[in-house]
């Protein structure tokens, strides 16, 4: 039937309405109206800035090595397989063994162990070795265990980074991987990303550590805030890992800033071992390598909570608070590429995209309205509606719209008026032959039907090709011309049906022409 019942009728209009308030929104300049949801401008529009970074994962293949050195020793003993003169090279170790086959057996079995675990899911080992001379061999990460290196530090990372841009409010934030070392990240909006730099390039490895007196074995010289050498014990009493949260405050005895933490239960009781044993002495903050903060321990702190005080700005404070709380760095992190994007810019692409749809949107009314008269019109309707649910859906899902998310508007358009003119075509072919004209109409839209749906599917099939393996830009485009898909199919078999059948049915007895 060309028409629709009235609880469907009722459904495609409630569906329509709904999704249009939500395309409202946008227009809006209250944000508390009904719902805080509108869609966001990307860094093309907007501006913002632009950052790639690199992971260094030379200092972390480093320290993993070095952790290697203790589990090889214990291998070596439990076995025993005499070994002399370990030496740490970099990224490698070398050591002379007395046993080469009997290292070679236990060092590449499959047996998971501490030293070299075996992967069944990739055969392959975490450590290869390979013989310097007769008794020695030098030890180093395979290509294997570089990779899954590389890739967990990469991961974390990008966590890392979230949760500090997340803190700092930045709104709609895009952060991607880019190979195997390096993350994208878009910030529209932001006008001056030093901040985020300066965030983003402090791996904050907490620590505290106790202060000596004298230049004792197993202490190293540090320097304080206000510029004062320590001699700061190497042994690290409790790390940032043990922390809960950070937060900026204000010291109520002299109304200087300062980070007030919490500590895991763990952490809380080696800080009060540590604080109960040193009364008198002065206790080290150290944040990558420096001191931030040296206070005296004036008496035992067993609550777990704690403060941070030096000379800080209360943005200092703010800072050091989000670093705290968002965890360490695996790794450094370098500024491989940096772009700041002018609001301009932004201004200019979004005139020059409204221009450009305003423009082609008149002339295909003007076109659908000249072809099909009053049929054109009711197409027209659908095209209008079909924007409408378009802005709604991305608003519902607080998309973020770039330039090529407009050309995929665009595109929208000339999809939407090409589904229409197949079934006015259809049905003019239609009317050559059958005497009914509801029956004309009916069969038109039933069999325009396969051809609409197979010239959208391989479309919307492209869109997810692109939005699954594109990214940024090319991500934005498919989204949008997906949804357009979807509104389009909604608009021309739903929406203009019902319109079209009202005309249709009050003017039966009467010739129609299309």
Request: charged content about 20%.
């Amino acid at each position: 039937m060309l028409n629709f019942s009235k609880i469907n009728t009722l459904i495609i209009y409630f569906i329509f309405f709904f999704i249009a308030l939500f395309g409202s929104l946008n227009f809006q300049k209250n944000d508390n109206f009904l719902f805080e949801k509108k869609i966001n401008l990307g860094l093309d529009l907007q501006g913002g800035s632009y950052l790639l970074l690199e992971i260094n994962s030379d200092t972390l293949i480093q320290e993993k090595i070095q952790d290697k050195v203790i589990p090889i020793k214990k291998l070596l003993k439990e076995n025993n397989i005499n070994y002399s003169n370990f030496k740490i090279n970099n990224q490698s170790l070398s050591v002379n063994i007395s046993d080469l086959d009997k290292f070679d057996l236990l060092f590449n079995s499959r047996k998971d162990n501490l030293v070299n675990p075996y992967i069944d899911n990739y055969r392959s080992f975490e450590l290869a070795y390979k013989k310097i001379s007769t008794d020695r061999v030098e030890i180093s990460f395979s290509k294997f265990g570089l990779l899954t290196i590389n890739n967990s530090a990469l991961k974390q990372s990008i966590e890392i980074v979230r949760r500090r841009i997340d803190d700092v409010g930045t709104k709609e934030p895009t952060i991607l991987q880019r190979g195997e070392k390096r993350i994208l990240i878009e910030l529209p909006g932001l006008k001056d990303p030093e901040r985020i730099k300066i965030l983003l390039g402090k791996t904050a490895q907490l620590n505290f550590r106790l202060v000596s007196e004298n230049n004792e074995f197993g202490t190293e010289k540090l320097i304080s805030e206000n510029g004062e050498e320590l001699n700061v014990s190497k042994r690290i009493i409790m790390s940032g890992e043990n922390l809960i949260d950070a937060q900026p405050n204000i010291n109520n005895q002299n109304n200087e800033p300062t980070v007030s933490f919490t500590l895991d239960r763990l952490g809380a009781q080696k800080f009060g071992r540590a604080t109960t044993d040193n009364v008198g002495k002065r206790l080290a903050i150290v944040l990558d390598g420096e001191i931030v903060s040296a206070p005296s321990i004036n008496e035992a702190i067993t609550s777990g909570n704690g403060m941070i005080s030096g000379n800080f700005s209360f943005q200092e404070v703010t800072d050091l608070a989000l670093l705290l709380r968002s965890g360490a760095l695996p790794t450094p992190l370098l500024v491989v590429e940096e772009r700041t994007v002018g609001p301009d810019l932004g201004e200019d692409s979004i005139k020059s995209g409204s221009i450009s749809l305003i423009v082609g949107f008149i002339l295909v009314i003007l076109f659908m309205f000249y072809k099909y008269k009053i049929f054109g019109l009711i197409a027209n309707t659908a095209l209008i509606s079909n924007l409408l649910m378009l802005i709604g859906i991305l608003t519902i899902l607080e998309a973020t719209l770039t330039l090529p998310g407009i050309a995929g508007i665009i595109l929208t358009v000339g999809m939407a008026v090409d589904a229409n003119v197949l079934i006015f075509e259809r049905i003019r072919e239609e009317l050559k032959t059958e005497k009914s004209i509801i029956h004309a109409f009916d069969t038109g839209y039933a069999k325009a039907k396969i051809t609409v749906l197979d010239a959208n599917i391989t479309t919307l099939i492209a869109a997810i090709i692109l939005f699954a393996f594109g990214s940024g830009p090319v991500k934005g485009f498919a989204i949008t011309l997906g949804i357009g898909i979807i509104t389009t199919l909604f608009t021309a078999y739903f929406l203009a049906r019902h319109l079209t059948s009202l005309v249709v049915l009050n003017t039966k007895n009467k010739q129609i022409k299309i």
